[in-house]
């Protein structure tokens, strides 16, 4: 029996020898598996972030485009601006001019106009004082020196001739 106790603990080492091989080859195996899995990931993940970092590239690329196309469009944006403001100060400056010009005239036409005025009102009153004063003669000579034929008012105008019947100083016969 002891033969059988001895094989039986040589077959009992064997196989847990045999196990024990198998388990740190399994062990070994998925250790290998795990390896190249993270392997992979690291692959992938630089693949990813090389992508990732390709196309931030291109995206600061097409924002470094835009804010050029937007710089150069301020840029020329800003020159139209400034020359419009430009051509708007010279023709503020024109018509800033022309009003000032026909102010002036206004004024130069408007004070000829009261100049003529005046001079027209002047004749006028000139008129009037010398009709005044024709008219204040007759009367003076009618009231002073009675109403003679010579004086009265038929004959300041001889072209009508005298209508009225008169005598002596120029009294009419009723």
Do not use: H, W
């Not at 072209?159 to 009723?174: K, P, R, S, V």
């Amino acid at each position: 029996m002891s033969y059988f106790i001895s094989g039986a603990i040589l077959l009992t080492g064997a196989y847990t020898a045999n196990e024990s091989r198998k388990a740190r080859r399994d062990a070994e195996s998925q250790q290998q598996q795990a390896l190249q899995k993270q392997a992979e990931d690291q692959q992938a993940f630089r693949a990813k972030l090389t992508e990732q970092t390709s196309v931030f590239g291109r995206q600061a690329g097409a924002l470094e485009e835009q804010a050029r196309l937007a710089k150069d469009q301020l840029a020329a944006t800003t020159k139209a601006m400034s020359e419009q403001l430009s051509v708007a100060q010279d023709q503020l400056a024109l018509n800033t001019k022309a009003y000032e010009t026909g102010v002036s005239q206004y004024e130069a036409s408007r004070m000829e106009m009261e100049r003529k005025a005046k001079e027209i009102q002047g004749q006028i009153d000139e008129e009037r004082r010398k009709a005044a004063e024709t008219q204040a003669t007759q009367l003076k000579a009618r009231t002073r020196g009675g109403r003679r034929a010579l004086l009265s008012q038929e004959r300041l105008t001889p072209e009508l001739g005298i209508t009225q019947d008169t005598l002596g100083a120029g009294m009419g016969m009723m």
